[in-house]
């Protein structure tokens, strides 16, 4: 498929040894390197291993939000090399001057909203049958 090869990308993660604290949280800096296509963009990457929260969860949620988007396989796969969790990520698209920061602000633990997981009201469990579904449009 043309339009997956175009947006296939190369990725580069390399941790460096350069340590600062971002507010509360001591982090360690990685440098991401993407290239393809769509141009080269160049980050750096801030994470800490302080957070007090399921890492590998909060990765795979990560990975399965990015799936929905072409060619993100590779870069997730890159990214799963960093340890802890970006407090701070500072992207720069080459040569472009586009730059874009994104810092977490806050964590706190939360018990989910009364009725955050429980299905609506007038939920109706309906049995799954894509071929039913099929037929029926081909009628």
Request: aromatic share 6%; no cysteine; net charge positive.
């Amino acid at each position: 498929d043309q339009s997956g090869a175009a947006l296939k990308r190369e990725v580069k993660v390399t941790p460096t040894e350069e340590r600062r604290k971002i507010r509360a949280w001591n982090a360690r800096k990685y440098t991401v390197e993407m290239s393809g296509a769509l141009g080269k963009l160049e980050m750096a990457v801030w994470t800490t291993t302080e957070l007090k929260l399921n890492a590998s969860a909060y990765k795979d949620l990560v990975r399965d939000v990015s799936s929905m988007f072409p060619g993100a396989a590779e870069v997730m796969a890159a990214m799963n090399r960093i340890e802890g969790i970006a407090v701070l990520t500072e992207t720069a698209m080459g040569g472009s001057g586009f730059k874009r920061r994104e810092e977490l602000v806050s964590v706190e633990e939360k018990a989910p909203p009364p009725g955050t997981y429980a299905p609506p009201p007038a939920y109706k469990e309906i049995r799954f049958d894509p071929l039913a579904k099929m037929q029926e449009q081909q009628q």
